[in-house]
């Protein structure tokens, strides 16, 4: 059975600060790998699809790999903002677009 | 948001009453999943369907039922909901082509 694990559960930095996110799984049979956002009260906002072929994806601030073989990915963040606070969760399809997730990390970022 | 809205977002009912909670989408998508979110466990997939009245269990399924009788309505049934139903219920859509997924803003579901 895959079980998705991200490290750590809960983080605190001062504004500015390059932070990486971690998030591994038990089984290297997956398609993708998605990073999502969830706010609190809200639903969850995809940030980066990484497919299996992929190493990496990026999309501004954000960079996400992808190491199948070792079962990690990493999410880093570039100069952290007080607006990046949130859940981030990472997911990894194992097949017809079935997620398997993580419990998340909770970002909290001060001024 | 990608088009998804979820009813109610908010409903309390009691042990024993039947509930449905309903995802329409207005992005034509194939698929739609049906989550819930607990404390300690994450997201976790109930049912998904992969075209009108194609659906398949997920992993926590046992006391849900769902119908997709139209490609933009999902609808997730407790027959007879339970305390341990008490969740956070999304919804979300993507399509086939290992494409990202889509969530809706959720329902809160609390059964006393």
């Known amino acids: 059975k895959q079980e998705v694990t991200q490290i750590p559960a809960a983080l605190s930095v001062p504004e500015g600060e390059n932070l990486v996110l971690n998030c591994s799984f038990t089984d290297s049979a997956i398609y993708n790998l998605q990073w999502f956002r969830q706010d609190p009260g809200k639903g969850l906002t995809s940030l980066l699809l990484?497919?299996?072929?992929?190493r990496e994806q990026t999309s501004g601030r954000l960079n996400a790999s992808l190491d199948k073989s070792s079962g990690r990915s990493t999410l880093y963040i570039a100069a952290s903002q007080p607006g990046d606070s949130a859940t981030y969760l990472c997911?990894?399809?194992?097949?017809?677009?079935?997620?398997?997730f993580g419990t998340g990390t909770r970002l909290l970022v001060s001024p | 948001d990608a088009g998804i809205t979820q009813s109610p977002r908010h409903k309390v009912t009691e042990t024993g009453t039947p509930v449905t909670l309903r995802c329409h989408q207005t992005?034509?998508?194939?698929?739609m999943y049906w989550y819930r979110q607990d404390p300690g466990h994450g997201l976790r997939l109930i049912h998904y369907s992969y075209g009108v009245k194609d659906t398949d269990k997920g992993e926590v399924s046992d006391g849900y039922s769902v119908s997709r009788s139209k490609t933009e309505d999902f609808l997730l049934t407790l027959e007879s909901a339970t305390s341990s139903q008490t969740s956070v219920y999304f919804c979300?859509?993507?399509?086939?082509?290992?494409?990202?997924?889509?969530f809706g803003d959720g329902t809160r579901l609390s059964i006393l």
């Open positions: 990484i497919q299996s072929s992929q």
């Open positions: 992005e034509n998508h194939r698929y």
């Open positions: 997911a990894v399809n194992t097949g017809f677009q079935k997620l398997v």
């Open positions: 979300a859509i993507s399509e086939p082509g290992l494409q990202p997924q889509h």
